[in-house]
């Protein structure tokens, strides 16, 4: 007995130690093991409520998930499919499972005022990637590619390029009522002098949609001498049925950054495209939803995504795309 009432003290000792050093390790590794409401009790829930399963699509998951693991955040994920109807029950979905945040790359700006009325109502904090042209008082945050400055800068470029002569100008898009529309927009503008835009159609995201697409625009429209394509999936369809026609006379304008993209401008059969990954996307999607609702200091809450445009003179100098 009296050898274990002599022990005590250094067993209280030896505990409160490891208690300290506990605390201490905690203290050094990442601080999206605190809840949503600070009180240090559970780690961070968040839900990922994705628009597509295209590449950047992906490629945005993948880099949120990665960046998940390694900060200690437990990440849900679910996917629209291009459906404003499905991004709607996806964010339901991730109300009734009480995630602390939930993060949206939206299919629609329409259907995403209704995601976010909900995730209002139900106080649980919403945040963007890719777009941010909503009421910023109803967000969490957001990371945004300035998808404005894309399609000025490679208006801009174009113009440039053309050196004021008259020319036929092409645009493939994606889907209508998002990122696209303002991308398209500000491209439009940016054209002066010469070129002027002959052909509008939407692909849809789809690179077979956009082969057909370009297919037609052909028909209608021999002489064109440029074509912006809203990202490189569909810049590729374009490019399949400009080579079967035997058109290589033709300037390929686009967006991504992606390995295949940045592999075409290359070897010229894009002339320029726009490096804004989803890696960067993602990540940064992560660390600042976390960083917002613990309320760290030097958080943004609108961020935006670093871009680059790629020509065939600094294509080697490209961000990684996918993590």
Same mark, same amino acid.
């Given at each position: 007995? !009296?050898?274990?009432?002599?022990?005590?003290?250094?067993?209280?000792?030896?505990?409160?130690?490891?208690?300290?050093? +506990?605390? &201490?390790? +905690?203290?050094?590794?990442?601080?999206?093991?605190?809840?949503?409401?600070?009180?240090? /009790?559970?780690?961070?829930?968040?839900?990922? $409520?994705?628009?597509?399963?295209?590449?950047? #699509?992906?490629?945005?998951?993948?880099?949120? *998930?990665?960046?998940?693991?390694? !900060?200690?955040?437990?990440?849900?994920?679910?996917?629209?499919?291009?459906?404003?109807?499905?991004?709607?029950?996806?964010?339901?979905?991730?109300?009734?499972?009480?995630?602390?945040?939930?993060?949206?790359?939206?299919?629609?700006?329409?259907?995403?005022?209704?995601?976010?009325?909900?995730?209002?109502?139900?106080?649980?904090?919403?945040?963007?990637?890719?777009?941010?042209?909503?009421?910023?008082?109803?967000?969490?945050?957001?990371?945004?590619?300035?998808?404005?400055?894309?399609?000025? /800068?490679?208006?801009?470029?174009?113009?440039?390029?053309?050196?004021?002569?008259?020319?036929?100008?092409? $645009?493939?898009?994606?889907?209508?009522? !998002?990122?696209?529309?303002?991308?398209?927009?500000?491209?439009?503008?940016?054209?002066?002098?010469?070129?002027?835009?002959?052909?509008?159609?939407?692909?849809?995201?789809?690179?077979?949609?956009?082969?057909? =697409?370009? *297919?037609?625009?052909?028909?209608? #429209?021999?002489?064109?001498?440029?074509?912006?394509? #809203?990202? /490189? @999936?569909?810049?590729?369809?374009?490019?399949?049925?400009?080579?079967?026609?035997?058109?290589?006379?033709?300037?390929?304008?686009?967006?991504?950054?992606?390995?295949?993209?940045?592999?075409? =401008?290359?070897?010229?059969?894009? &002339? =320029?495209?726009?490096?804004?990954?989803?890696?960067?996307?993602?990540?940064?999607?992560?660390?600042?939803? =976390?960083?917002?609702?613990?309320?760290?200091?030097?958080?943004?809450?609108?961020?935006?995504?670093?871009?680059?445009?790629?020509?065939? @003179?600094?294509? @080697?100098?490209?961000?990684?795309?996918?993590?």
């Amino acid at each position: 007995m !009296a050898l274990h009432t002599s022990l005590r003290p250094s067993l209280k000792t030896l505990a409160a130690a490891l208690a300290a050093a +506990t605390v &201490a390790v +905690t203290g050094c590794s990442s601080s999206t093991t605190t809840s949503a409401s600070g009180d240090g /009790e559970k780690p961070l829930t968040l839900g990922f $409520v994705n628009g597509n399963t295209i590449e950047f #699509h992906t490629c945005l998951q993948r880099s949120m *998930e990665a960046r998940a693991k390694t !900060a200690g955040v437990t990440l849900l994920t679910s996917n629209s499919a291009m459906d404003p109807a499905k991004e709607l029950s996806n964010i339901d979905d991730m109300i009734a499972k009480q995630v602390d945040a939930i993060i949206v790359q939206t299919v629609n700006i329409d259907s995403l005022e209704g995601g976010i009325a909900r995730a209002n109502r139900a106080k649980i904090p919403i945040f963007l990637t890719s777009v941010a042209s909503v009421d910023q008082s109803k967000i969490l945050g957001a990371v945004i590619t300035d998808v404005v400055k894309v399609g000025r /800068e490679l208006g801009e470029w174009l113009v440039k390029d053309n050196a004021g002569a008259a020319a036929d100008v092409a $645009v493939i898009g994606g889907a209508p009522g !998002a990122a696209a529309d303002l991308m398209n927009n500000a491209f439009k503008k940016a054209l002066t002098g010469g070129p002027r835009i002959v052909f509008d159609q939407p692909a849809f995201w789809q690179r077979a949609k956009a082969q057909d =697409v370009a *297919e037609n625009l052909l028909q209608a #429209h021999p002489k064109i001498k440029y074509v912006f394509v #809203h990202n /490189e @999936d569909m810049a590729l369809g374009v490019l399949a049925a400009f080579k079967a026609a035997g058109r290589t006379d033709i300037k390929i304008l686009t967006n991504g950054g992606s390995p295949a993209g940045i592999d075409a =401008v290359r070897s010229g059969e894009f &002339a =320029v495209t726009v490096s804004n990954t989803p890696k960067s996307v993602g990540e940064m999607a992560i660390d600042d939803t =976390v960083g917002l609702l613990q309320k760290k200091e030097g958080v943004k809450k609108i961020a935006t995504v670093s871009d680059m445009l790629i020509t065939r @003179d600094n294509a @080697d100098q490209a961000p990684p795309y996918c993590s």
